[in-house]
């Protein structure tokens, strides 16, 4: 006999309901809240199923442009995200996913964050959070305290400040370097006699007022996109952003950094902010920031470090000296949910000098009132989560001595994938590990010889086109790797200067997750030689190539 199915209405009584009453133990929501709180891991392994489907064909899912008319029980729709959303999402805690900037997460945050939700506490205004707003202004001095290690004096003195902050939690790297270049622009064209400030008067009235022929930020060829976003909101344009060349090391070149600094001096474009990347995106290296802070001195421009990804390694004392200089910054950028593991959404900036976010202080009548401890009134999101407390359990729970250990293992394991990358005879490592990221490719040893014979008769010519079908098949590759779902590794293109400068297609690897074990970072060579074996097309003719020469 067929199940009747439930129908459930919109009455005041199950809208009450819904409110005030917890769904039953035994419902399908209470069984899977006990089976994640009981082993997130499992749950996760047992639901988010890795499947060939096309995005298109997931699209058929979620098609439906109308509002329901009718409302389904809480059980029922849960059994619908595990059937339609879960079942299909990225797996991005499992230790073979180690393709991106995402890991798994610490087994404390589910309940945390479950409390933190249940809250709803909103950290624009002290009205509407309470404790969370000292405790998130103790997070943000003990970040700060992680970057510029002042004196206790120091934080007793600007912490809790109502008149300073020593930073700004953001929803991520992005708003973090749009708030650190926003206080930059308006310290540099602040108010002056008559004129009110480019915050009142606008860019172009600021530039007439100061002289300038237009503003620049300088950040070497491997800066965050995010840069390029922030220069269009604040109205310098995207062109503002002048990308300097890196070295082989992918660092950029403080010699031709100095040289566009002068540059732009002699044609009146005053440098507004010099960015050094501490954990580059595609490669993880760090700028020479000691060397890049004694050029932002000299032409008194703001320094700001991009250490997004980067930042967290100072919470290692072996490996903190990586980072020499991050503490002349004027601000730098940290991402919490990178390599402090904590949930997306935890992005932060701090502020060396704490009256810097006076720059971009704003108020209103019915909320952020001068005098008033509101963290809305420095920030450029209004309405924000209480994620700082996220990141200060995890502080407390993790702690330094734990995320040393994390951040140590992290870079060794990537040491390790390198050096069995140079043993294999059919792949090349393109790019060493500084931090936990290094970028190679699936390169058959003959070809590899190829490619040093081209290179000492300076056949570019050659090279190019042996480097072009290396990139399809890595394509090739990287698209099966996927698509079969038992490990992912991600792609980009980047220069090689044994290459002539020539971008070409590699894999790109991050190593955070410390459940990632280095069998299968061995499995994963493996499986990659036998997905390279199964291209009809490019491998052969690269084999073919080598061949007859």
Not at 68 to 78: L, N, R, T, Y
Not at 171 to 187: E, H, Q, Y
Request: proline share 3%.
């Amino acid at each position: 006999m067929k199940a009747t199915k439930r129908i459930a209405d919109a009455t005041q009584e199950s809208l009450h309901r819904i409110f005030t009453v917890a769904e039953a133990p035994d419902s399908t929501l209470g069984l899977i809240e006990q089976e994640m709180s009981q082993n997130l891991v499992g749950f996760l392994n047992n639901h988010i199923v890795a499947s060939e489907n096309a995005l298109t064909d997931i699209e058929q899912d979620f098609i439906d442009a109308q509002i329901p008319e009718q409302p389904a029980f809480v059980s029922d729709h849960m059994s619908h995200l595990l059937d339609k959303l879960v079942s299909q999402s990225v797996h991005t805690s499992s230790p073979s996913f180690v393709g991106h900037m995402t890991s798994a997460l610490p087994s404390f945050i589910l309940p945390l964050s479950k409390l933190m939700v249940g809250l709803n506490q909103n950290l624009v205004k002290v009205e509407t959070s309470k404790a969370f707003t000292p405790l998130e202004r103790q997070v943000l001095g003990m970040m700060h305290n992680l970057v510029y290690q002042e004196t206790s004096d120091f934080y007793q003195n600007w912490m809790h400040s109502a008149q300073h902050s020593l930073g700004a939690f953001c929803s991520g790297g992005t708003v973090a370097n749009i708030t650190a270049l926003w206080v930059a622009r308006n310290k540099l064209l602040k108010a002056d006699g008559d004129f009110k400030g480019v915050a009142r008067s606008g860019l172009f009235a600021a530039l007439q007022h100061y002289g300038y022929q237009g503003l620049a930020i300088l950040v070497s060829e491997r800066g965050h996109y995010s840069l390029k976003k922030s220069a269009d909101i604040l109205g310098l344009g995207q062109d503002s952003v002048i990308a300097i060349p890196t070295d082989e090391n992918n660092k950029i070149d403080c010699v031709k950094l100095a040289q566009k600094c002068d540059e732009l001096a002699a044609q009146n474009i005053k440098v507004l902010s010099i960015v050094g990347v501490a954990g580059t995106t595609e490669t993880g290296n760090i700028d020479p920031l000691n060397a890049m802070a004694d050029i932002a001195e000299q032409h008194q421009c703001h320094f700001h470090v991009d250490a997004a990804w980067g930042g967290a390694t100072l919470l290692s004392n072996k490996y903190r000296p990586l980072l020499a200089g991050v503490e002349r910054a004027d601000s730098v950028t940290i991402d919490a949910h990178k390599q402090m593991y904590v949930p997306m959404g935890a992005g932060l900036v701090i502020f060396k000098d704490p009256s810097s976010v006076a720059a971009i202080e704003h108020h209103a009548e019915y909320i952020l009132r001068k005098g008033s401890k509101d963290l809305g009134s420095h920030t450029l999101e209004g309405s924000r989560p209480g994620m700082a407390m996220l990141v200060y359990s995890s502080l407390h729970i993790i702690s330094r001595p734990g995320y040393e250990m994390l951040i140590n293992q992290a870079i060794e394991k990537a040491e390790y994938f390198a050096d069995i990358i140079n043993q294999h005879p059919d792949f090349e490592l393109i790019t060493k590990p500084e931090l936990c990221l290094l970028t190679y490719r699936y390169a058959p040893k003959s070809v590899q010889e190829l490619l040093a014979n081209q290179g000492k008769n300076n056949d570019v010519a050659g090279q190019q086109h042996i480097n072009l079908l290396l990139g399809k098949l890595t394509k090739f590759i990287q698209k099966r790797q996927r698509e079969d779902g038992k490990s992912f590794v991600s792609r980009t293109r980047i220069e090689v200067g044994h290459y002539n400068g020539e971008k070409v297609i590699v894999f790109r690897v991050v190593l955070a997750n410390p459940l990632t074990t280095k069998e299968i970072l061995q499995d994963i060579l493996v499986e990659q030689s036998k997905l390279a074996l199964e291209s009809e097309q490019f491998l052969p003719e690269l084999l073919a190539a080598a061949n007859t020469k």
